[in-house]
């Protein structure tokens, strides 16, 4: 059931680059906004939020966002590195960090992500719970796993010694037939967009090369996923390889 609820006495910038909009109130029908603005009016056997002045904003984007990975902010520190068994390490990943951060993104008001690399099939399951309703959470764009050069980053780098984040987080490939097969492949899975990696830079020793896709490979998958009408993200560690 549908419920109506107003936010008023708000501060509302509405993201058109307009001033901000003073005592404003902000009507929500369920899951979508109906109105907006000063001088609204609204029923009043309604839930009416006073927000004291606080300020409304539009949702915020986070473009680069990984939602598993055994992340650890400790500099010099493997992201992947596991001490246990792989599997228990997924395990620990999955249903804590996934949980924790997907929440902690709304908290902190970004309603939209899009993975910049993530556990696949996990990360469409998790995006389609949340659209369905099943799960709170941003809207996800998922790539699914990243595409990178056989021993490349992060196979060989942040996810080196954990076998079952390399499997599911990565798919390394040497070869333009087999990089159009993948696209193909993670477009069937429903995917939102692609990820490759295209650098030689490890993000744990800077000084040390590692190996990267040839450019005919990262052309072949930038041409498959635009013939299915996606989107390619590309990771690069300089300026210079994005020139390349």
């Known amino acids: 059931m549908r419920k109506l609820l107003v936010l008023t006495n708000g501060n509302l910038i509405d993201g058109t680059g ?3 909009i003073q005592n404003a109130s902000v009507i929500i029908d369920g899951d979508r906004i109906e109105d907006a603005g000063s001088d609204i009016k609204y029923p009043e056997n309604i839930e009416v939020i006073d927000l004291q002045n606080s300020t409304i904003i539009p949702g915020l984007i986070d473009c680069h966002v990984h939602l598993g990975g055994f992340t650890i902010d400790k500099p010099g520190q493997a992201i992947g590195k596991a001490t246990f068994m792989s599997i228990a390490s997924f395990t620990w990943d999955y249903f804590r ?4 951060r997907r929440q902690l993104t709304i908290k902190n008001g970004v309603t939209t992500i899009r ?3 993530d556990l696949y099939p996990h990360i469409i399951t ?3 719970n949340i659209d369905s309703g099943k799960l709170t959470g941003p809207r996800i764009f998922a790539p699914g796993p990243t595409i990178t050069a056989p021993g490349g980053h992060p196979a060989s780098t942040i996810y ?3 076998r079952y984040i390399t499997e599911n987080a990565i798919r390394q490939i040497d070869n333009v037939g087999a990089a159009r097969d993948e696209v193909r492949k993670l477009v069937e899975g429903g995917v939102d967009c692609i990820k490759a990696i295209y650098s030689d830079i490890n993000p744990m020793d800077i ?3 590692v190996p990267r896709l040839s450019f005919g490979v990262l052309d072949a998958i930038a041409d498959e996923a635009h013939k299915n009408n996606l989107r390619l993200m590309v990771h690069t560690g300089s300026a210079n390889e994005i020139i390349d």
């Open 18 to 20: 307009h001033d901000t």
């Open 97 to 100: 960090n996934y949980r924790h």
């Open 115 to 117: 993975s910049a690399g």
């Open 126 to 128: 998790l995006r389609n």
């Open 160 to 162: 080196k010694g954990n």
């Open 207 to 209: 000084n040390q090369r």
